[in-house]
């Protein structure tokens, strides 16, 4: 036989095993609250996985088992959008109608950090590698907050 056909007889041997190989397993868990909108999710030190609810004003983990827990932010609308663990082991988050940068720890006790100056926000936040909040134009540390 001949290399091209030892190859022709691979790939269709294989190509019937590979549709069945390639398909994900999705896995979806409804939230408890209705229309929160969450978003940004970020692997916890607690080994969760953690979420904002912009809508609601919440901050939540998923254990990788499914199981759901969701805690208040103080500041009424404070529209918490992005999320990532800092260098002390907490997670922060900005309260973007809150003019805030805020924290929750791993078993879930929020506290507020409240501002040394003003912070208006264009653009989308994005989680910084670092254990840094990045806005468009900079980088926050949250220790420094």
């Given amino acids: 036989m001949r290399p091209r056909g030892i190859f022709l007889f691979l790939f269709c041997a294989l190509s019937d095993a590979l549709?069945?190989?390639?398909?994900?397993?999705?896995?979806?868990?409804?939230?408890?609250?209705?229309?929160?909108s969450a978003a940004w999710i970020a692997r916890g030190p607690d080994?969760?996985?953690?979420?904002?609810?912009?809508?609601?004003?919440?901050v939540a983990k998923i254990t990788t088992s499914g199981v759901i827990t969701e805690y208040s932010i103080p500041t009424p609308n404070s529209g918490p959008a992005g999320l990532t663990v800092g260098p002390d082991g907490n997670l922060w988050f900005p309260e973007?109608?809150?003019?805030?940068i805020a924290k929750v720890t791993p078993t879930g006790t929020p506290c507020c950090a409240p501002p040394r100056k003003s912070m208006y926000v264009f653009g989308n936040?994005?989680?910084?590698?670092?254990?840094g909040i990045r806005t468009p134009g900079r980088a926050l540390d949250p220790t420094t907050v």
């Fill in 96 to 100: 973007i109608l809150g003019n805030k």
């Fill in 47 to 58: 080994g969760n996985l953690w979420f904002t609810e912009y809508a609601t004003n919440m």
């Fill in 125 to 131: 936040f994005r989680t910084g590698g670092e254990g």
């Fill in 19 to 36: 549709p069945a190989l390639a398909q994900p397993t999705i896995t979806e868990y409804p939230l408890p609250t209705a229309s929160s």
